[in-house]
């Protein structure tokens, strides 16, 4: 630890995870992304991934809030 040597894992320096989200959540997201008929081209730009499964684990919330947004503004 004062060496600056990680034991276990790969430090992000606090970013709440620099790897892609898992298979799963990629398959919730495109599941969600159907059942709102939401622009997946749009959706992918709005979060600055080239598709689904290269959303950084860190940015999975916001996916969530987004969709999250869209489907209570479907409700109003």
Known sequence: ?????IEKGEDDD?????????????????????????????FLAYMGAANLEAILGRDYQKAINALEAKR???AS
Do not use: C, F, V
């Not at 630890?1 to 040597?5: E, G, R």
């Not at 898992?22 to 969600?32: G, H």
């Open 1 to 5: 630890m004062h060496l600056n040597i």
């Open 14 to 42: 606090g970013m709440g995870g620099s790897k892609p989200i898992t298979k799963e959540q990629s398959k919730k997201l495109s599941e969600e992304l159907t059942a709102l008929k939401i622009d997946r081209a749009k």
């Open 72 to 74: 209570r503004a479907n």
